[in-house]
């Protein structure tokens, strides 16, 4: 085994230098255990001293080698031949096959640094709605996405796209609930308030979409009531006899 000042950060604690992440922490784990504080074992090899330069040198082992920065920077200096620094603060007792001791009289220099912490992910934010400009009202056959001048939820949501609207925009404009604006293109009559809440809305979506109630309403509040209608006559029929 080579002195632990000649060894590099793999070497100490005993991985190879393709060792992944897990592998790294692992042995890490193993040789924090193996050398702790409260192991007899450990100091009926080495004193004191020696003991805590050898746990000082595997912290520095970890720290290298559990951030990605410094570990590729530590790999590119191991295969350009450089030599790895020596890091115990005291000279080690190395053991030998035959049972003995040397005795390392070597000054060793140390220059711990901790791992850098991950920088935090960024946050997102979100851009500020844009304001929408007053657009002139046109008749609802003058739009191409309601070529028929029947307008229904698929319609609105093409008019609304075609402006490049989001209906957060149109939200903050009408202060009408993204949700019931949602509703409108989704067609969720069932879902929505009573008809004289759900005219407003509609309105006000048209406006923000450039068409003019007068020419639009009657046809998308027409397939209104008809869905409501045909909602109510379902649940009718489906009572039994003699409930109400």
């Not at 901790?114 to 920088?119: G, I, N, R």
């Amino acid at each position: 085994m080579r002195p632990l000042a000649e060894q590099d950060h793999y070497e100490v604690l005993e991985v190879p230098r393709e060792a992944s992440f897990e592998d790294v922490e692992r042995a890490y784990r193993v040789a924090q255990a193996a050398y702790a504080e409260d192991s007899v074992a450990l100091y009926s090899v080495f004193g004191g001293e020696d003991a805590q330069a050898l746990r000082d040198r595997i912290e520095l082992a970890w720290s290298v080698l559990s951030d990605v920065e410094r570990r590729r920077a530590y790999d590119a200096m191991l295969s350009q031949g450089g030599t790895p620094p020596a890091a115990a603060p005291v000279a080690l007792r190395e053991r030998f096959r035959d049972g003995g001791f040397e005795e390392e009289a070597r000054p060793i220099a140390i220059t711990m640094e901790p791992a850098k912490p991950p920088p935090p992910p960024a946050r997102y934010e979100k851009p500020p709605l844009r304001p929408l400009a007053a657009p002139v009202l046109e008749p609802v056959d003058a739009h191409e996405d309601v070529s028929s001048g029947e307008l229904d939820g698929a319609a609105l949501r093409r008019a609304r796209q075609r402006r490049g609207l989001e209906l957060e925009q149109i939200a903050n404009v009408t202060k009408i609930s993204p949700m019931y604006l949602r509703y409108l293109e989704d067609e969720r009559f069932e879902d929505l308030p009573a008809a004289v809440y759900v005219r407003g809305f509609v309105v006000s979506y048209l406006r923000c979409c450039g068409i003019d109630p007068a020419t639009a309403l009657p046809s998308f509040m027409a397939r209104y009531e008809a869905v409501r209608a045909a909602g109510r006559s379902g649940r009718t029929a489906g009572r039994l006899p003699g409930r109400v």
